[in-house]
Every structure is written in C-alpha cells, then in structure tokens.
C-alpha cells in the first residue's frame, strides 16, 4: 500500500469516530422529541377520556334524578287512585293474586 492510503486510513478514524458520535447524539435528540411528542398525545388522549367521563357522570346523575321523579309521581299517583278508588283497587289485586297462584299451582 502507498503513502497516501495509510494517511487517508489514519485520517479518516477520528472523522468516522466523530461521525460516529454525531450519529449518537443526533438519535438522542430524536429519541427525546419522540417521548416528548407521546407524552404530549397520552396527556391530551387523557383529558379527552376525562371529560367525556365527566359528561357521563352528568348524564346519569341527571337520568337517575329524573327516574327517581317519575318513581315518586307514579307512587303519588297510584295512592291517590286507591283512595278513590278502593274496591277496585283491591278486586285489582285479587285478580292478579289468582294469576299469580294459578302459574305458580300449574308448574307443579
């Protein structure tokens, strides 16, 4: 081999060296911009998740209400029917006791 072979062998060590750390440093950078861009999507996939549950939890504490409203309405409701009317409230009554005890007595 010349000369000049081996010096441009010799030369080149610390530039690929350099090249080399370069590299490193460069795959680093990108490695934080990476976690950076992950955890800035996690935090806002987060928030999303959060205030649809918050929504929710709205949703039904306001369904929930309304049920238990319709619940004592109807109760209100069916008292003041008995009270007006009381035979039929409990000819009512007799009739679906006798379903009942003909479907229980029929299965046996």
Do not use: C, H, W
């Given at each position: ?44 996939a ?19 209400a ?43």
């Amino acid at each position: 081999m010349s000369d000049y072979d081996t010096k441009i062998r010799d030369n080149s060590a610390p530039t690929t060296a350099a090249d080399f750390n370069d590299l490193r440093n460069d795959i680093a950078k990108l490695t934080e911009t990476v976690t950076s861009l992950v955890k800035g999507q996690a935090d806002a996939a987060s928030a999303t998740v959060m205030e649809a549950l918050d929504t929710a939890k709205g949703s039904i504490a306001t369904t929930a209400a309304e049920a238990g409203d319709r619940v004592t309405t109807l109760g209100t409701e069916l008292e003041a029917t008995i009270e007006r009317n009381p035979l039929t409230s409990v000819l009512v009554a007799l009739g679906i006791g006798l379903m009942a005890g003909m479907m229980t007595s029929a299965r046996r």
